[in-house]
């Protein structure tokens, strides 16, 4: 697939990021996380752009979307954040720990 194509109708905010799929691409544009459907089949065309959620107005431009294509991680500024942001937990060791309970439950 080259070439250039023009999805948002407004203007990105952010670059794109592709689904885990390959059929739809998701950037940010007017304070919504937006998608369009891509068919690569005969001919590369995209659907018209739909809003996803709204996004928060200090989006730093980091997010994407896990391999299930079911969640997004958005990073925002803490000024955005209702919470006290005094305290920073650390969790060491959380891949064994995972690996564990995964094991677990595959027994």
């Not at 059929?23 to 089949?41: P, Q, T, Y």
């Given at each position: 697939m080259n070439g250039k194509?023009?999805?948002s109708t407004g203007g990105a905010d952010s670059p794109p990021i592709?689904?885990?799929t390959g059929k739809e691409m998701f950037f940010a544009e007017g304070g919504s996380l937006m998608k369009v459907d891509v068919n690569r089949i005969p001919n590369v065309?995209?659907?018209?752009p739909e809003s996803v959620?709204?996004?928060p107005?200090?989006?730093?431009?980091?997010y994407d979307i896990s391999r299930?294509?079911?969640?997004f991680l958005i990073t925002?500024?803490?000024?955005e954040s209702n919470q006290d942001l005094n305290q920073l937990n650390v969790i060491v060791g959380w891949f064994t720990e995972l690996t564990q309970k995964?094991?677990?439950i595959q027994k």
């Amino acid at each position: 697939m080259n070439g250039k194509w023009q999805v948002s109708t407004g203007g990105a905010d952010s670059p794109p990021i592709w689904s885990p799929t390959g059929k739809e691409m998701f950037f940010a544009e007017g304070g919504s996380l937006m998608k369009v459907d891509v068919n690569r089949i005969p001919n590369v065309t995209f659907s018209r752009p739909e809003s996803v959620c709204p996004t928060p107005p200090l989006l730093f431009g980091l997010y994407d979307i896990s391999r299930d294509g079911k969640r997004f991680l958005i990073t925002v500024s803490a000024e955005e954040s209702n919470q006290d942001l005094n305290q920073l937990n650390v969790i060491v060791g959380w891949f064994t720990e995972l690996t564990q309970k995964l094991a677990s439950i595959q027994k």
